[in-house]
């Protein structure tokens, strides 16, 4: 079966950049979706289809993907921006997600 | 647009429980409606699918057997069924709502979460 990789955590200092990744056999013939989700809510769609923002979202998040590797980019990190992130594709209908990314804010 | 679950639900070993997921402010059949649940400090875990149009479902391998999705058309509601349950079930459950019509994509709407704690 399919499998998404993606690191444990991540941390960055207010006003940088981080970068979580989505690793995936091929990903890039897929659609990649991320999901925020902080603790006692529920997950929020930030990315869907590889890079596109749902409305609401801020610009500051961004994705890419390419060969076995997708990214969802946040510049400009707010304290508001601590939280897990998600990856998701489709795998023959069956939906796969990554183990998750606690993005620290330092 | 919302989905609304219902309440938490305490469980013994064995039995079974019944989540729902009250749709409101969209056309209920037009949209995939999506089965995820999460264990305590765990990652997200699919558990299946529904096409509330014509209600064909896709279960995760994982729960088949287990798991029965359905929906009731009349009253905008999709229902998940988890049978024989344990501890391991213990989890907060979702419905979720596909972002598009032709489904296979992107969950848009979330429900609230539905906690499921299965002790003796």
């Known amino acids: 079966s399919y499998v998404l990789s993606q690191p444990p955590s991540v941390a960055v200092a207010p006003g940088q950049t981080a970068r979580i990744t989505c690793g995936g056999n091929?990903?890039?013939?897929?659609?990649v979706h991320w999901y925020q989700q902080k603790p006692g809510q529920a997950p929020v769609l930030v990315v869907y289809d590889d890079r596109d923002r749902p409305s609401g979202i801020p610009e500051r998040f961004s994705g890419s993907n390419s060969g076995n590797t997708a990214t969802l980019t946040i510049n400009r990190v707010e304290a508001g921006d601590e939280a897990d992130y998600y990856c998701h594709v489709y795998d023959s209908k069956n939906v796969i997600f990554g183990g998750g990314t606690k993005l620290t804010v330092l | 647009v919302q989905l609304v679950q219902s309440g938490a639900e305490v469980k013994k070993p064995g039995a079974s429980v019944n989540v729902s997921c009250k749709a409101s402010g969209y056309t209920f059949t037009s949209y995939t409606i999506q089965w995820v649940r999460q264990a305590p400090g765990q990652s997200l875990e699919w558990m299946g699918w529904i096409n509330t149009g014509n209600g064909y479902t896709k279960y995760s391998q994982k729960f088949q057997g287990r798991v029965t999705i359905t929906r009731d058309t009349s009253a905008s509601t999709g229902y998940m069924h988890l049978s024989s349950l344990r501890s391991e079930d213990t989890a907060v459950y979702f419905c979720?709502?596909?972002?598009?019509?032709?489904?296979?994509?992107?969950?848009?709407?979330w429900g609230q979460g539905t906690v499921v704690t299965v002790s003796s």
């Open positions: 979720a709502r596909d972002r598009v019509v032709i489904g296979n994509d992107a969950f848009d709407i």
């Open positions: 091929d990903i890039v013939s897929k659609s």
